[in-house]
C-alpha cells in the first residue's frame, strides 16, 4: 500500500518569512495529493490539491510543487502570519484504488510574530 | 460547521467496555470514512463505506466495527478488542465521481479516552 512520509515534525518560522513542507510518497499510481490545515481543536480542512499531471499550483500565499518521477511534493507559504500556525498534513491518493486518503505524519507550524 | 456532524465531543470509557461513536452527515454524500488520530502523528483510515450496507476495512479496522444502515450515518464502534483506544476519532464523507479526487469533508471529531 501506500506510504506518505512527511517533514519536519515542527517548523517555527518568524512572521513574514517562507515556510516549506516536503513530502514523499512510495506508490507511483498515486495521482492525487491535497493539503489539509488543522487548526488547534478544529477538524482538518481542504487548503490545497495537485493532480499528478500538474508540476505546480499557487493560491495566493500558498503553493505546492510536485515532482512525480523522483515522488516527493512539497507546501510553500509566503509571508507567513500568525493565523498560518497550525497542523499541516499532506496526503496521496490512487483513485483507481478507491477514495482512500493516506495521510503523511503531519507538521506543526508556529508562526512567531 | 454544519453539514457532518459527531457525538459526542468527549468520551470516557472504562477498559473493557465497547462504546459507540455518532457520525451523521447531511450533505448528501455517498462514502463515509473513519479516521483515528494520535498525537504527532498522522490520520490513519479505519473503515470506510462509499454505499448503504458496505464498508471496507482500512488501516487499522482491528478492534473496531461499523455499520452502514443509512445513508446519512456511519457510526464507529471500539470494541474491548482494541488494545489502545485513547485517541481523536474523526469522520469524514464525500461525493463519489469520476473525478481525480473527491474532497473529503471532516467532522469536528470524538476525543475518546479509555480510563
Known amino acids: 500500500g501506500e506510504n506518505v512520509e512527511q517533514h519536519p515534525s515542527t517548523l517555527s518560522v518568524q512572521e513574514g518569512d517562507s515556510a516549506v513542507i516536503k513530502c514523499t510518497y512510495s506508490d507511483s499510481a498515486s495521482n492525487y495529493f491535497p493539503w489539509y490545515k488543522q487548526e488547534l481543536g478544529k477538524r482538518p480542512q481542504l487548503i490545497i490539491d495537485?493532480?499528478?499531471?500538474?508540476g505546480e499550483k499557487k493560491d495566493q500565499r500558498i503553493a505546492v510543487t510536485l515532482n512525480k518521477t523522483a515522488k516527493h511534493f512539497s507546501l510553500h507559504i509566503t509571508e507567513t502570519q500568525p493565523e498560518d500556525s497550525a497542523v499541516y498534513f499532506c496526503?496521496?491518493?490512487?483513485?483507481?484504488?478507491?477514495?482512500?486518503?493516506?495521510f503523511g505524519g503531519g507538521t506543526r507550524v508556529l508562526v512567531k510574530p | 460547521d454544519g453539514g457532518i456532524t459527531q457525538s459526542p465531543k468527549y468520551l470516557f470509557r472504562k477498559e473493557g467496555q465497547n462504546v459507540t461513536l455518532s457520525c451523521e452527515q447531511n450533505?448528501?454524500?455517498?462514502?463515509m470514512y473513519w479516521y483515528r488520530q494520535d498525537p504527532g502523528q498522522g490520520l490513519r483510515l479505519i473503515y470506510y463505506s462509499q454505499i448503504v450496507n458496505d464498508f471496507q476495512k482500512g488501516d487499522i479496522a482491528e478492534g473496531y466495527s461499523v455499520s452502514r444502515e443509512k445513508k446519512e450515518s456511519f457510526p464507529l464502534t471500539v470494541t474491548s478488542a482494541q488494545k489502545n483506544p485513547t485517541a481523536f476519532y474523526l469522520c469524514a464523507s464525500s461525493i463519489i465521481t469520476g473525478a481525480p479526487f473527491n474532497e473529503q469533508f471532516f467532522g469536528p471529531g470524538t476525543r475518546l479516552t479509555v480510563l
Open positions: 496526503a496521496a491518493i490512487n483513485k483507481a484504488a478507491g477514495n482512500k486518503l493516506t
Open positions: 495537485i493532480r499528478s499531471n500538474v
Open positions: 450533505l448528501n454524500h455517498d462514502a
